[in-house]
């Protein structure tokens, strides 16, 4: 098993963001449009929030869960796994790995610094977990090589 490096897992999530972008620009008609004076005021709408949050948490909950894969982790052939088992996680840690950056994420602060740490920490650390891979007691490993 070879822990993969911050640069794929890196390479992943941006396949995933552009996924999510896809995902959830349908729901910006049907939560009442959005108009860039307002979003420059008062920011994104909270209706396509909470929309855009839910697409998100299920795209990440459920695939991890699923298969140990998002469609980004699949491209770069790299999966989540139990850091015990090694086996594809449970339900319940991929709701804490979606959980811990999201509420880290959703502090105030210059782009959350509180985010930014929990995935920044994979850098430091010796099995390149992020603070939600130690939390929810993940690995993410490569696959196929």
């Known amino acids: 098993m070879t822990i993969a490096p ?39 709408p909270r209706d396509f929030l909470l929309a855009a949050n839910i697409v998100t948490a299920a795209y990440y909950i459920v695939l991890t869960g699923w298969r140990g894969q998002t469609l980004g982790k699949l491209l770069v052939r790299t ?37 930014v740490i929990v995935y920044g920490w994979l850098l430091a650390d010796d099995r390149n977990q992020g603070i939600h891979d130690k939390a929810a007691r993940t690995l993410v490993i490569q696959v196929g090589e």
């Not at 552009?18 to 860039?36: A, E, K, Q, Y």
Request: charged share 15%.
């Open 6 to 44: 911050a640069a794929r897992r890196f390479s992943g999530f941006m396949v995933d963001v552009g996924v999510l972008v896809v995902l959830t620009i349908p729901l910006i008609p049907l939560t009442g449009g959005i108009v860039l004076e307002d979003v420059i005021e008062r920011g994104l």
């Open 79 to 115: 999966k989540v796994v139990g850091e015990e088992s090694s086996e594809t996680p449970t339900m319940w840690q991929a709701v804490v790995r979606w959980v811990v950056p999201f509420v880290a994420s959703s502090l105030p602060g210059l782009l959350s610094l509180a985010g």
